[in-house]
């Protein structure tokens, strides 16, 4: 079935490093890619969204890319702020009707 | 609008008791889903229904049951409650289409003791 990877955590950077969380995927179809956040205390929220080869989803200086030949979606940004602390899930769709979610990284940053 | 509202936010059962998660919708989604949240497992599909009076299982299902006689509701019920069970419960809501994605609830945690 399909399935997701995530790198595990947690990721503990400075202010202003640069953040890279890797997210590779299992699918039998042409999934739709998420990212998506849950600060301290809170539920999800969608962070940025890629549906098909190629795309680049991008939010809040976060990008990521979906690349079918690696089956990867790894997600980026330039430079974190400590706002920026909180758990990061990679997530895919195939028909809509239901997410498949990695197991989540946390991600803490340090003035 | 309210977005996706569960309730309680909180509760403590002890193993064998019932209760029932709430989950309601404003946005006249189609698809609904709950979720359970546990450490180092990510969020795991318990059951899901993309409409009314349709529902069908997730990966997690066993223990729990739903029903979806609106559009707007979605209730979760723990028929016996064991530890196991003690988890965060998400609520999520969808239509296709939208560029937003899914709708999450604030989130219940939930403790069997």
């Known amino acids: 079935g399909d399935s997701v990877t995530q790198m595990e955590g947690p990721v503990t950077l400075s202010e202003e490093a640069f953040l890279t969380i890797n997210c590779t995927y299992t699918a039998t179809g042409y999934p739709s890619l998420f990212w998506y956040v849950q600060y301290p205390g809170e539920g999800l929220q969608l962070l940025l969204k890629?549906?098909?080869?190629?795309d680049k989803g991008s939010n809040k200086g976060f990008e990521a890319t979906y690349r079918k030949e690696t089956t990867s979606f790894h997600l980026e940004k330039g430079s974190v702020q400590v706002s920026d602390s909180a758990v990061y899930f990679c997530?895919?769709?195939?028909?809509?009707?239901?997410?498949?979610f990695g197991t989540g990284t946390r991600l803490q940053v340090f003035p | 609008n309210a977005g996706v509202t569960q309730t309680p936010k909180f509760q403590v059962l002890k193993t064998g008791q019932s209760m029932t998660l709430q989950c309601a919708q404003d946005m006249n989604h189609e698809y609904m889903s709950w979720y359970r949240q546990d450490p180092g497992m990510g969020l795991r599909l318990i059951h899901y229904?993309?409409?009314?009076?349709?529902?069908d299982q997730g990966e997690v299902p066993n223990g729990y049951n739903v029903s979806r006689s609106t559009t707007e509701d979605f209730p979760l019920r723990l028929l016996s409650a064991a530890p196991s069970q003690t988890s965060v419960y998400f609520c999520?809501?969808?239509?296709?289409?939208?560029?937003?994605?899914?709708?999450f609830g604030s989130g219940t945690r939930l403790t069997v003791v």
């Open positions: 999520a809501s969808y239509t296709p289409g939208e560029a937003y994605g899914y709708t």
């Open positions: 890629a549906t098909k080869a190629d």
């Open positions: 229904s993309v409409g009314a009076g349709i529902t």
């Open positions: 997530a895919l769709s195939e028909l809509s009707d239901k997410l498949i």
